[in-house]
């Protein structure tokens, strides 16, 4: 696969990924905000913070974002174990995360052999 369509590959499952965590986190929303929502807009934060370098085609970052991924993909697993009523949109984080992890992976390989 050509650079170009690695990082579309690579940027859509990150959108996804952002999505899904995003709907999580909205779902949970109150007026005032509590101490757990604000929290779960800072989960997405390093996220969103680091895909411009990715994006630009950044070694360490990309390689900072694999290791970025795995807390969210034990939360998403855990949440999707022992908790029914988050288990669809734990689902869906993991699943992305674990596809964003991958095309992370052969972006990394790409950067290296060329």
Same mark, same amino acid.
């Given at each position: 696969?050509? =650079?170009?369509?690695?990082?579309?590959? %690579?940027?859509? *499952?990150?959108?996804? @990924?952002?999505?899904?965590? &995003?709907?999580?986190?909205?779902?949970?929303?109150? /007026?005032?905000?509590?101490?757990?929502?604000? %929290? #779960?807009? $800072?989960?997405?934060?390093? @996220?969103?913070?680091?895909?411009?370098?990715?994006?630009?085609?950044?070694?360490?970052? &990309?390689?900072? #974002?694999?290791?970025?991924?795995?807390?969210? $993909?034990? /939360?998403?697993?855990?949440?999707?174990?022992?908790?029914?009523?988050? =288990?669809? @949109?734990?689902?869906? *984080?993991?699943?992305?995360?674990?596809?964003?992890?991958?095309? %992370?992976?052969? /972006?990394?390989? *790409?950067? =290296? &052999? #060329?």
């Amino acid at each position: 696969m050509k =650079r170009p369509a690695l990082q579309k590959v %690579l940027l859509v *499952s990150w959108l996804f @990924l952002l999505l899904a965590l &995003s709907g999580w986190w909205a779902r949970g929303l109150a /007026w005032p905000p509590t101490p757990g929502t604000i %929290l #779960g807009g $800072m989960l997405i934060l390093p @996220l969103a913070l680091i895909l411009p370098a990715i994006l630009r085609g950044s070694e360490k970052a &990309s390689a900072a #974002g694999t290791l970025l991924l795995i807390p969210y $993909m034990g /939360w998403g697993l855990t949440e999707a174990v022992a908790n029914p009523g988050a =288990r669809k @949109l734990a689902a869906a *984080s993991v699943f992305m995360a674990v596809t964003c992890f991958a095309a %992370l992976i052969i /972006w990394l390989r *790409s950067l =290296r &052999s #060329g």
